[in-house]
């Protein structure tokens, strides 16, 4: 059976998160959906990484096997007729080996988080950022953030019902960008890692805003983290400013657009 990788955007907001439920709608149970009107009994897919409900993607990475040999781009035309009208894009899709896997090939995660500090409510943005009233010392919080870089024991920032084997992981980087606009201040969050802890990104973030605030100093993201404890994390942030940006795998999946 070809075997084929799917680069899938999507609206988190609608569904229970990735991962296909009996009684709620996920961004799984769509594709697949769409998948069934293009052959009968395609097996299920497999995804670089389960977001949570409510938790954005512009770069989620799955995979299916089909029993037709499809042109990749009339297969993602295809699916993207059949998605319709959720909100749910195929951005790309190519042929891969029969070995290659969306999840267990991948060799690194990228998540961006965007936070709005202002006063008025969002409009646009709402739903897509998270607001908080107070502007944010970003020089402080890049100083908290630099203590979270490498490979740590991240029990303070995983959920309690966290399924991961261990705790330990390696953060390769933070980076925390100002975007300009005209009312208020937006920062981008950008974490990368091999792989993440359940709400790993969320208590991050949430932690960072407490520092940013003036809550907490840059010092004490150190001894939450040393804490080893989920009691010592600071807030865990909203769903809705998350976003699964990108999976990277040791050879180049999709081509870049024309």
């Known amino acids: 059976m070809p075997r084929y990788a799917l680069k899938i955007e999507y609206d988190g907001a609608p569904f229970a998160g990735w991962q296909r439920q009996s009684d709620q709608p996920s961004v799984q149970g769509a594709v697949e959906a769409a998948l069934a009107r293009l052959e009968a009994g395609v097996p299920g897919i497999a995804a670089a990484g389960r977001t949570d409900a409510g938790v954005h993607a512009l770069g989620q990475v799955a995979h299916c096997d089909m029993a037709r040999d499809w042109e990749p781009f009339r297969l993602s035309e295809a699916l993207n007729y059949h998605l319709k009208p959720q909100p749910v894009a195929v951005v790309a899709c190519a042929r891969v080996k029969d070995d290659w896997h969306a999840r267990f090939s991948a060799v690194e995660r990228q998540y961006i988080f ?128 998350l976003y699964l940006s990108d999976v990277i795998y040791p050879d180049p999946v999709f081509r870049p657009a024309p």
């Open 114 to 241: 965007r936070l709005i500090a202002r006063r008025a409510p969002l409009t646009h943005e709402a739903g897509f950022a998270w607001q908080v009233k107070q502007p944010l010392d970003v020089a402080a919080m890049r100083e908290g953030a630099a203590h979270l870089i490498g490979r740590h024991d991240f029990t303070t920032f995983r959920a309690t019902h966290c399924q991961a084997a261990s705790p330990v992981k390696t953060l390769d980087a933070i980076t925390i960008r100002e975007i300009a606009r005209a009312e208020g201040q937006e920062l981008a969050i950008f974490l990368r890692a091999r792989s993440f802890l359940h709400n790993q990104v969320r208590s991050i973030v949430g932690t960072l805003e407490h520092v940013g605030s003036g809550s907490w100093q840059p010092e004490d993201v150190k001894t939450a983290l040393e804490a080893r404890d989920r009691a010592a994390c600071g807030t865990v942030c909203p769903p809705h400013g």
